[in-house]
């Protein structure tokens, strides 16, 4: 009963609002993985063939850089760690929400339009795209694509765990792509902010012990948009010093070394002495719910992801 009470001080509708990664239906056209950028400027890709439920044939061939984005997959996810580990291509224009004209493809991107060329037919029996979509929509149409899909920064967190633990992504700079913004799969909900400052503060709370503890007892499995609904997060205040200071905090838990469980754990700690302050959560009440969690030595058990 004590820690029922002490986690509704952190209960209710947060300010801001999430939305799950991008849905395919068909990982293996869109999942690429890029093996060199050629001396023409154009990405030399293979499709990651045998990922999800149906597989497809793997090809390798090369497309223009400009629709291949870094790719967030809910296992690329830990509390304070986000890094892409694959790529997507996103064929897709946010304002329609369909894929871009296939004339356009043609004269824009002829060599990725003749890539997805190459799976017209899986393409257009996916269940999704026959649900959605029309028979006259670009055929490579793909859903939960739209303009917060390209933001620069996020705030994300595996939909499929046993609990919450979020990390802020920013734009990620590589050879191939140059400087390009993550773009979440099915599997992530993401939180689209203006600053870095805004979402290491809303990560902070999110993975403060009273976030974690409802994310964990009252939607257990699927840590999904809706534990927006329930945790009480406030719009980011610049002029607000328990805001700036859980900036400051999840900013430090980020460039920590991942072994470094020191001075993780003192973040932490810190985190949930700031997150009590703002909830109006007693110092006894947030130790309570540190043990509810599971912390040992001022540690607590990593979500686990799942499948």
């Known amino acids: 009963p004590a820690v029922l009470e002490a986690a509704a001080k952190a209960l209710g509708s947060s300010h801001y609002r999430a939305r799950a990664g991008t849905t395919t239906w068909l990982n293996g056209v869109y999942w690429v993985r890029v093996l060199e950028r050629l001396p023409d400027g154009n990405l030399l890709i293979e499709n990651l063939y045998d990922v999800g439920k ?15 984005y870094p ?3 809910g296992r690329d996810i830990a509390m304070w760690r986000a890094a892409p580990s694959d790529c997507i291509l996103v064929a897709q224009d946010p304002a329609t929400r369909k894929g871009y004209e296939e004339s356009e493809m043609r004269v824009s991107w002829p060599l990725t339009y003749a890539y ?5 037919k899986e393409l257009r029996q996916r269940s999704g795209f026959r649900k959605y979509f029309e028979a006259t929509d670009p055929f490579y149409s793909m859903y939960n694509v739209g303009p917060q899909t390209s933001a620069p920064l996020k705030v994300v967190w595996r939909e499929l765990a046993t609990g919450m ?6 734009p990620v700079a590589s ?10 799969d099915h599997t992530v909900i993401a939180v689209s902010v203006q600053t870095a400052c805004e979402g290491h503060y809303l990560c902070a ?4 012990s009273p976030s974690r503890w409802i994310a964990q007892s009252y939607l257990h499995l699927h840590a999904s948009p809706h534990v927006l609904n329930h945790v009480k997060i406030p719009r980011f205040d610049g002029a607000d010093r ?43 009440e947030i130790r309570l719910l540190r043990d ?4 040992s030595g001022g540690k607590a058990q990593e979500p686990e992801e799942r499948e």
């Open 165 to 170: 633990a979020a990390a802020v992504c920013a």
């Open 205 to 208: 709370l999110l993975n403060s």
């Open 292 to 295: 509810a969690l599971g912390y």
């Open 242 to 284: 328990r805001h700036l200071r859980l900036a400051e905090l999840s900013a430090e838990a980020h460039v920590a070394t991942a072994g470094d469980e020191a001075t993780i754990t003192s973040i932490q700690a810190e985190v949930d002495e700031v997150a009590a302050e703002l909830w109006d959560i007693g110092g006894a």
């Open 54 to 68: 149906i597989v497809v044939r793997q090809v390798q061939v090369s497309v223009e850089p400009d629709l291949v």
């Open 175 to 184: 050879h191939a792509l140059g400087e390009r913004p993550c773009v979440p």
């Open 116 to 120: 997805l060329r190459r799976f017209e």
């Open 71 to 73: 790719l967030l997959r």
